[in-house]
């Protein structure tokens, strides 16, 4: 604590989700001590980042492909059981084996340059441009460097329609879906082209009295695994954007959709039959240009998120085109913010590997601006760690 208050640290991690567990995890492994070289913050009740929300009806089973903390394997899961249940009872012991000693709940304001007047004063003035000062709801902290793992489940995105206020049925985001029972007997309309569109179509659609499924543009169902080369080729697209400083792109427009065989029954039934995006909405459904219309008691938008960055605006991170251009995970705009899980590293893979990118990146920027060394010996240890 230095004289205004204001709790010094190296670095603060912002997020306790898969991104933000895998860079504590590599910041221990180099030698930084949680609550004296580092914090991690987290704003959500319990273990699990945004995994603790997601609806019980997504079975660990219908998560495809969900990578395992560094230093830990996830064994012995029940598929049937709920994946919130799952990767919380997970993540939780994660935290403990590895005393990351996440702070929770604990939200994150705003961050922005520390070296301002007083109090914002930089206390050590050992950065050409000062510490971040990160202002949350358990006081402040100035730290070398930032990473930010806030993840997107707290940025719902709800499209716009002429009418929408109009419509006297209930309308709803994805995220707040807690499974089919909701939907018995209604007639639903679920906008979206995505993974979470389709699985709460599937699950809807045997209940409900109608469903209509409406995209943007047609979906692409991809058959076969989602192996290593693909995953490359996805990302590939999604690093394009941000070097361009465009904000990413919805997940499924590089992944398209997994043909499985529960779809593949789905298609045959008429679930999965998709038709264009409505015009608008009418007090009692939706209706189309051509003037075909479709009464409605729900429409469910499975709309997806943006990132959750909205702390960082006083760091003018953005470019012209709305994107933070970023280096690997470090942002152009300012060497000490690191962005883990965000564009590229979205994945529960791309979240392991950004952590361990991010935590060497700035290891090496604190042994610059610092008398703190880079000991060989823990070096060794973060690098065999994946
Ligand atoms: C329905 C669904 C299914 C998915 N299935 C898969 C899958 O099968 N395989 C896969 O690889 N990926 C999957 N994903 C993507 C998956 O979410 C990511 O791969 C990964 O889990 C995200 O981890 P994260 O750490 O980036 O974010 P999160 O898990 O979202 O963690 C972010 C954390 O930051 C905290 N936070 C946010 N803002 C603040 C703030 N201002 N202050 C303090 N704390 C804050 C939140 O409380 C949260 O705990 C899925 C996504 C969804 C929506």
Not at 160 to 170: D, L, N, S, T
Request: proline share 8%.
């Amino acid at each position: 604590m230095n004289y205004t208050g204001v709790r010094e640290v190296e670095v603060v991690v912002v997020g306790a989700g898969q991104a933000g567990l895998a860079a504590a995890f590599h910041l221990r492994r180099v030698g930084f001590e949680p609550d004296r070289d580092f914090v991690v913050l987290d704003h959500s009740p319990r273990p699990g980042g945004a995994w603790q929300f997601r609806w019980p009806t997504l079975t660990f089973e219908k998560v495809h492909g969900m990578h395992a903390l560094p230093g830990m394997e996830l064994t012995g899961a029940d598929p049937l059981r709920p994946s919130s249940e799952v990767i919380g009872a997970y993540f939780e012991r994660y935290e403990r084996t590895f005393g990351l000693r996440v702070h929770r709940p604990v939200n994150v304001m705003a961050v922005r340059e520390g070296g301002g007047p007083p109090p914002w004063t930089d206390p050590a003035g050992t950065l050409g441009r000062g510490r971040l000062l990160v202002a949350t709801s358990e006081g402040d902290y100035a730290a070398r460097a930032l990473i930010n793992a806030t993840g997107t489940w707290d940025r719902p995105f709800w499209p716009r329609f002429p009418g929408q206020e109009m419509f006297g049925g209930r309308q709803l985001h994805s995220s707040e879906y807690r499974g089919p029972e909701d939907f018995r007997g209604a007639r639903i309309v679920v906008v979206g082209g995505g993974t979470s569109a389709v699985q709460q179509l599937m699950e809807i659609a045997p209940v409900a009295a109608a469903t209509t499924w409406v995209t943007r543009r047609p979906p692409v169902f991809r058959e076969g695994p989602f192996d290593a080369e693909r995953g490359r080729a996805a990302v590939a697209l999604v690093e394009e954007r941000v070097r361009q400083g465009l904000p990413p792109r919805s997940v499924v427009s590089v992944t398209g959709l997994q043909m499985t065989e529960a779809v593949r029954r789905a298609r045959e039934g008429g679930v999965l039959e998709r038709l264009p995006l409505f015009a608008r909405l009418t007090p009692t459904g939706v209706s189309w240009d051509d003037g075909r219309t479709v009464e409605a008691d729900v429409i469910l938008y499975a709309t997806g998120f943006r990132a959750a960055v909205d702390h960082l605006a006083p760091l003018h991170l953005r470019e012209p085109g709305g994107g933070i251009q970023m280096d690997g995970t470090r942002t152009l705009r300012d060497p000490r913010v690191h962005l883990v899980g965000y564009g590229p590293s979205a994945s529960t893979i791309g979240a392991n590997r950004a952590g361990r990118a991010a935590v060497g990146d700035i290891r090496r920027l604190i042994a610059a601006t610092t008398s703190r060394p880079v000991d060989a010996a823990t070096e060794l240890a973060g690098s065999l760690a994946s």
